[in-house]
């Protein structure tokens, strides 16, 4: 599972146990047990931040694809108008011999 900041979820996994830390520190919690909850907490956020990353990953990429195919049909447009500008201006200076005369 891919995650694109991983800083980000070990900040969430360390502020899902903050509350926990007072009991850490009475005694009331044991160190294994504390660990074991903290990995825990690891787990589930980097399983959220895996799927946050591919959902906004999908998203990017369809919006990526979209802009480039709005890009080349403007391209392709800008180049067909200007093809035919310039074929209008060739034929205005170089009339066709072979048609007929013009009614």
Not at 3 to 28: D, I, N, T, W, Y
């Amino acid at each position: 599972m891919h995650v694109k900041r991983p800083e980000l979820v070990v900040a969430g996994a360390v502020l899902l146990c903050l509350p926990m830390v007072p009991g850490v520190l009475s005694g009331g919690i044991g160190a294994m047990t504390a660990l074991t909850r903290f990995l825990i907490a690891l787990l589930l956020c980097w399983i959220g931040g895996a799927v946050l990353t591919a959902v906004l990953s999908r998203y990017s990429e369809e919006s990526r694809r979209a802009e480039i195919a709005k890009a080349i049909d403007a391209a392709q447009r800008a180049t067909a108008e200007r093809a035919a500008e310039a074929d209008a201006a060739y034929r205005a200076r170089h009339p066709d011999p072979f048609a007929g005369p013009s009614v």
